[in-house]
């Protein structure tokens, strides 16, 4: 080994906590300022706040109609932060944000625990919360983070039962790894057994542990029933047709239906995971060099069942979703974890064993693109005819320009640094200025599409508790959130609330056309009627037989009022 490879051995543990310190800076900055996206944010941020605001922690309800797409933990997690923290953007966020941290110390413990390495386990906390797919789920108020969470638990709880000797603590996990599908269950559904199930047959085929499993199986499935069983009942109890809808439209028809929401082709997550798991994708050269330096003997016997384990952990779960006809690329977020342990691993040996050169090239190639992209971007910008971002904003434009050259400045440090911790903390630092960035540098069109708050901000101080509020789905979500009420009148297609509308007490809240010029009818004096929309053709805004006494419009959402003398 030359002097020149020997010097990436030198360690310096200052590097993984400056690394730590910046991705949490980049994930909590966003969480904080960074406005709602319709529609997955402010509806799970309304359902949550519905059952903090009417102290119905049973049954979920979105605009204060049934709502029984998901199970309730998550609605569980986020009312807690709304109690806390108020209606805000953080305390949506919160329940991902925090997820992705504990998922990075599962991996810590996993890793300490099998042998694979004194800091495998660290950095792959690291390639774990700076990957794109985890970041970009991570810093919204969605259920994918939460749900990453539950499913690593309750599989690295199972590894943990399969190779320990020792009889007690191997119950424990096996205790702890029912709990954990438990919670799994009520955040997703029945996608939290199906997920370890595939990766339970092979994993207990390969270890050979079948037989112990009979013997113990009692302790998951009590540990199940333990966490599942009293929100199951009490949901039957109060609503009798929660469990058809729930397990007949939202998981068998999603799955494997027809008509299955999604439809992508069988390989669609192979490019999903690459493309989500960068930049650490770039390394995956190392990551195989480094995994195949030492082999057989040279690994111990635990070590080597433990990226037995990963392996298993990926294929068989990328089988199982590629396997579905409804796809979505934050379904395969659960696979991220041991993939992020195998490339820590692989990466840091190699580069311990002064194999560098893939990890430079890949170091590099990131350098030399996004130097490009710094440099080009704003002028290809101001030569489009419909620009991602349009002249006043300058400031944003300015920041993603300086978020870009950051990044291609730590990826040129990585490639030349010589000291292991160093040229991984480098690496794992380049996305943070575009994580911080993606708080306020958000193109118009994203704006436009995604982000009524604008619209809202000026049309709500004109809302009195005894106006009539009517919305299209489109927007009943921010709609309700922003004005803090659950009573507004569906317009049109009722789409997600289709369900929830089709009970009696709650059929009158559907409106078309007519609906809304019944409504004006009706006003009382000084009553006004607010219809909220999102307009994909500005010429199909349509008319109510009335003239608004007050319009306020940005980008494609409109917002009328209609105020009687």
């Known amino acids: ?135 970009a789920i991570g810093s919204l108020g969605v259920i994918d983070s939460l749900l990453s969470l539950l499913l690593a638990a309750t599989l690295l709880a199972l590894y943990e039962w399969c190779t320990c000797e020792d009889r007690r603590r191997a119950r424990r996990a096996l205790f702890a790894c029912g709990a954990a599908a438990g919670l799994a269950f009520l955040a997703k559904g029945f996608l939290a057994f199906a997920v370890p199930g595939v990766v339970a047959v092979v994993l207990l085929t390969v270890e050979r542990r079948w037989s112990r499993l009979w013997r113990d199986i009692w302790l998951p499935l009590g ?40 439809a992508e082709p069988f390989w669609f997550y192979v490019p999903v995971l690459l493309g989500g798991l960068f930049p650490w994708s770039l390394l995956i050269p190392t990551t195989a060099v480094g995994l195949s330096l030492t082999r057989g003997a040279e690994r111990g016997a635990s070590e080597r069942s433990f990226l037995r384990f990963l392996v298993i952990w990926v294929l068989a779960g990328l089988a199982f979703f590629s396997a579905s006809r409804g796809k979505l690329p934050t379904y395969v977020l659960p696979l991220v974890p041991p993939l992020a342990l195998l490339v820590a691993t692989g990466t840091s040996r190699a580069l311990a064993l002064g194999r560098r050169k893939a990890f430079d090239r890949g170091a590099l190639l990131i ?49 030349r640094s010589a000291v292991l911790d160093w040229k991984l903390a480098w690496f794992a630092v380049g996305p943070v200025g575009l994580m911080v960035a993606s708080s306020f540098a958000l193109p118009a069109r ?27 789905t489109n927007m009943v979500h921010a709609v309700t959130w922003t004005l803090r009420r659950a009573d507004a009148f569906a317009l049109g297609s009722q789409s997600e609330l289709t369900y929830g509308l089709g009970y009696p007490d709650a059929a009158h809240r559907a409106l078309d056309a007519d609906g809304v010029r019944a409504l004006l009818e009706a006003r009382t004096p000084g009553q006004a009627v607010f219809v909220f929309r999102k307009l994909y053709d500005p010429a199909v805004a349509g008319e109510f037989g ?20």
């Open 446 to 472: 994203t704006i436009e599409k995604k982000l009524p708050g604008a619209v809202l901000a000026e049309a709500t101080p004109f809302v009195q508790a005894a106006d009539v509020v009517v919305t299209d």
């Open 223 to 262: 540990a199940i029933a333990l966490v599942v069983a009293p929100w199951s009942i009490a949901i039957a109890l109060r609503e009798p047709d929660f469990w058809r809808y729930f397990f007949f439209e939202e998981h068998i028809k999603r799955f494997a239906g027809e008509g299955a929401h999604h």
């Open 367 to 415: 350098a030399l693109v996004m130097g490009l992209c710094a440099v080009a971007f704003p002028i290809v910008n101001g030569r489009l005819s419909k620009p991602p971002f349009r002249a006043e904003q300058g400031w944003e434009l300015a920041a993603l320009t300086v978020a870009l050259a950051f990044w291609s400045f730590t990826a040129f440090k990585a490639a």
């Open 1 to 135: 080994m030359s002097n020149s490879e020997a010097g990436v051995v030198r360690r310096s543990h200052k590097a993984w906590a400056f690394a730590a310190a910046l991705l949490l800076a980049g994930y909590f900055v966003p969480i904080c300022f960074r406005p709602l996206f319709i529609p997955d944010e402010p509806r799970y941020g309304e359902l949550a706040r519905e059952m903090v605001a009417s102290g119905d922690w049973i049954v979920p309800r979105l605009d204060g109609v049934r709502y029984f797409e998901k199970p309730p933990l998550l609605y569980w997690a986020t009312g807690a932060a709304i109690s806390v923290f108020g209606t805000t953007a953080f305390a949506v966020r919160l329940t991902g944000a925090l997820s992705v941290a504990l998922v990075g110390w599962l991996l810590v413990r996993a890793a300490r625990r099998a042998g694979i390495g004194r800091d495998a386990g660290a950095w792959g906390a690291l390639v774990w919360a700076g990957s794109l797919l985890v970041f």
């Open 546 to 565: 009335a003239a608004p006494t007050r319009e306020w419009a940005a980008g494609m959402f409109l917002v009328q009022e209609f105020r009687a003398p």
